[in-house]
Nanobody, 118 residues
Framework: VQLVQSGAELRNPGASVKVSCKAS????????IDWMRQAPGQGLEWMGRIDPEDGGTKYAQKFQGRVTFTVDTSTSTAYVELSSLRSEDTAVYYC????????????WGQGTQVTVSS
């Protein structure tokens, strides 16, 4: 099993960014994908979840209206798009495969650095 994320991104404030997470080695639609981020000096922050089987999503309240999760089942890839970026969005973004009926994760992407700076 692997989750491979796209490369580092640099954006200006107010722009949008889209990060990908390509899954392999398992049936993509059988496991939820969660997205989290870790800002410099901060703990891990949960952003939300997508069910690749039906595209159903759950967003952390903090990000509602600014974040969108999507999947492409033909390529087993999950995406997170964050809009109206501000400097506080500078962080490493992670995807993770959620263990069914469990609060934890068994596989993680390698992380994607997103830097928001003018």
């Amino acid at each position: 099993v692997q989750l491979v994320q796209s490369g580092a991104e640099l954006r200006n404030p107010g722009a949008s960014v889209k990060v990908s997470c390509k899954a392999s080695g398992y049936t993509f639609t059988s496991y939820y994908i969660d997205w989290m981020r870790q800002a410099p000096g901060q703990g891990l922050e949960w952003m939300g979840r997508i069910d690749p089987e039906d595209g159903g999503t759950k967003y952390a309240q903090k990000f509602q209206g600014r974040v969108t999760f999507t999947v492409d089942t033909s390529t087993s890839t999950a995406y997170v798009e964050l809009s109206s970026l501000r400097s506080e969005d500078t962080a490493v973004y992670y995807c993770a495969r959620k263990i069914p009926n469990n609060w934890s994760y068994d596989y993680w992407g390698q992380g994607t650095q997103v830097t928001v700076s003018s």
